[in-house]
């Protein structure tokens, strides 16, 4: 069979929001991938979804999915505190792996992942979707070419802010709700030293497990990345000091009844920034927004950035038109058949696990 005409036979673990508003929907119109089972430990809700998406093999749970020879490879979006369970139970069986954030709610868990993926053989995504955004990838490459040259001066500086907001911004997607009651997630995985304020946690960890993945990302940073000072309330809103491959950053959370989303990244050199505004998630076929400033000479020191033109440009990320959670989706089964590395990698989604970790201790002085 020639490379074209290599397909992945995926099946996809949890019928819930995620999957129907989101996953189902890509993974059932991507080339290269036939969407050929569902598991939902819910039945009536899992029968009403793989109808709708005709897929079809339904099973009762994510389990059944893995034992399936047929099946090369498995998405998964659960309960945070279940999906890294159910993730590792599918790479012990040698699926390939697609998985949600966060990845699991301890490094412990994390490493038992990353044994599984070892010992199975299946390779393991994390579904980092802001770093499949056209607009981010923008920034990275940006953020790289000021660095390789020096045209802008040193890298000073890194802001990542996030008030949350509607993430949803009214978007008419359907979905099947269940009066089945949701399975209860198991709390075996959490951290030795987490013994109160759970909840909290996760729901920190769930949230801004994005915006240091993606700062790491725009640095190319991989493990070089230590918390420094965390000034954190009980729901989480507060700022985080870290450094990154060397650079200082700020992780600054909150919440803000705001009708749109209010997440972005903002990166400082000497000589100007480059500023990442991200979209509420579900609008499809939008990109992050992207800003470049220069300075140029003559405002603090006239001569650092000789004969530059003080500049702002907006420049639109290519492709235009098009939505961070379906490239990822293609990546996956691109990469899959290309047997070439994913761009969030589980092994390095690790650092972030270990991250919010040392934010919590801090946190609770524990
Ligand atoms: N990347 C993002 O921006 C983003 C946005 C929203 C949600 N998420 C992630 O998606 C995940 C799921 O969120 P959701 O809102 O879809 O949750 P959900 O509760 O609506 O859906 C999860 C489904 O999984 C099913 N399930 C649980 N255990 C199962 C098992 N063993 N086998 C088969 N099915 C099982 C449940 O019955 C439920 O229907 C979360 O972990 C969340 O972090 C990510």
Known sequence: MSAAERRIRLGYVG????????????????EGCDLAGLAEVRP????EVADRFRIPELYPDHRALAADRRIDAIAVSAPFELQGEIARDCLERGKHVFMEKPMAISLAQADRILDASRRGGGRLMIAYMKRYDAGNILVRDVVRQWRRSGEAGALRYVRAHGFRGDFQVGVDAIVSRSAEAPPLAPNTNFPEWLTRDRTAYVDYLQQYTHNINLVRYFLDAAGDAQI???D???????IVILRVAGVRCVLET??????????HVQVYFDGGWILTWAPPLLVRN???????YRGGAGVLDSTRFPGVQHSV????????????YRREAEHFIERLLSGEPFDSEGADTRTDVRLFEEI???RLGV
């Open 254 to 263: 909150g919440r803000l009844a705001y009708h749109r989303w209010d997440e």
């Open 44 to 47: 009536s809700l899992g029968r």
């Open 286 to 292: 939008t990109t992050a927004e992207v800003e470049i």
């Open 228 to 230: 420094e000072h965390v």
């Open 360 to 362: 919590y201790r801090r």
């Open 232 to 238: 954190l309330d009980d729901d989480g809103s507060g």
């Open 313 to 324: 440009s907006r420049p639109i990320p290519e492709p235009r038109g098009s939505w961070a």
């Open 15 to 30: 019928a819930g929001r995620q999957a129907q508003q989101v996953h189902l929907p890509n993974f059932a119109s991507i």
